[in-house]
């Protein structure tokens, strides 16, 4: 590769690869690797490799973003019980038993994901068979090039219109409706990161009335929404800063919305299994132990509803999202 190619992978590859070299050396290379931030390389990887699949169909990065996600899924269930675990040791009126089938969890994953890292080889230079891989892959961000990867996210976002239009804009689970439309979401902003410059902010040129909604100081001065800066000897594509800011928002008050509902849904899981209790039983019970209003899922349902509604319909923020 000449010193003019630019390589997004190849920059996030060498960071997971460091990781993992280190991770080596501890006794739970998982757990190491979770607190360590490793997640966040591997999703810019899963994003990268999700992203160049959907535009130019290749074999090759078809296998690695299965691969990366597979490993990422691992870490996020990882994050899911680690988090939970940590949270609940402060409730005093969660007892011991169901405290202990959270870390019960958090050993069956890392265990598992140890397994992982070790039986595909992760811990012992897999990422850099992918770094060969890609030196014989050709990229080139030229217009062409950046045109067919704005296509796809165009697509992706006229997907989360279809996958918000079809629900009516009115959420009736947590995981599958809620914490999905995030997801969703959730890679349109990724890319914009994953790509290391091929996506620029341009500021809008005319403030509008909902914005003071969205731009509040936290997410204008947060350093995840400062973009990286524009490669040379490339193309890119470009973003409302504004909408980008938005789309920030709403990721991150869906965020705390969805681990409003899942922390019931978590707890009542564990109730569930310790004490031998049916769904409404436990659901009953880690409302009480929670302290948490017996509405509190239909609350968060609607005003996740309410806000979605807002950002895609009223203020139409995907709409001027990727500036023509």
Do not use: C
């Not at 699949?53 to 990366?68: G, V």
């Not at 899911?80 to 994953?109: D, R």
């Not at 809620?178 to 290391?196: P, T």
């Not at 909604?213 to 400062?226: G, W």
């Amino acid at each position: 590769m000449t010193e003019k190619q630019f390589n997004p992978f190849l920059f996030y590859s060498m960071q997971l690869q460091a990781l993992f070299v280190k991770a080596t050396k501890q006794k739970n290379p998982a757990l190491w690797l979770y607190e360590n931030n490793a997640r966040t390389p591997l999703f810019m990887l899963e994003a990268l490799t999700r992203l160049h699949d959907n535009a130019f169909d290749e074999a090759f990065l078809t296998k690695w973003h299965m691969r990366f996600k597979k490993l990422e899924d691992e870490f996020g269930l990882l994050d899911y019980y680690v988090a939970f675990e940590k949270e609940f040791k402060s409730n005093k009126k969660i007892t011991k038993p169901i405290l202990a089938n959270f870390t019960q969890n958090v050993e069956v994953v890392s265990g598992r994901l140890n397994s992982r890292l070790n039986d595909k080889d992760w811990l012992r230079g897999k990422l850099l068979n992918f770094n060969v891989k890609l030196s014989q892959y050709t990229l080139f961000y030229d217009e062409e090039h950046v045109a067919e990867l704005r296509y796809v996210i165009e697509k992706e976002i006229e997907k989360i219109k279809s996958f918000a239009l079809k629900l009516n804009y009115s959420f009736t689970e947590i995981e599958s409706e809620v914490h999905e439309m995030r997801r969703k979401l959730r890679w349109i902003s990724i890319y914009a990161q994953a790509l290391n410059g091929l996506i620029q902010s341009k500021p809008a040129s005319k403030k509008i009335k909902y914005t003071t909604t969205y731009l509040t100081k936290d997410i204008v001065n947060s350093p995840y929404n400062k973009l990286p800066i524009k490669p040379k000897n490339t193309a890119i594509m470009e973003y409302d800063s504004d909408s980008f800011f938005a789309l920030s928002w709403v990721i991150k008050e869906l965020g705390i919305l969805k681990d409003n509902g899942l922390r019931i849904e978590a707890l009542a899981d564990a109730i569930q299994k310790v004490e031998n209790a049916d769904e409404q039983q436990a659901t009953e019970k880690a409302i009480g132990l929670l302290g948490v209003k017996k509405d509190t899922k239909q609350v968060i349902l609607k005003q996740a509803s309410d806000m979605i509604y807002n950002f895609i319909v009223k203020d139409k923020i995907l709409d001027t999202l990727l500036i023509k």
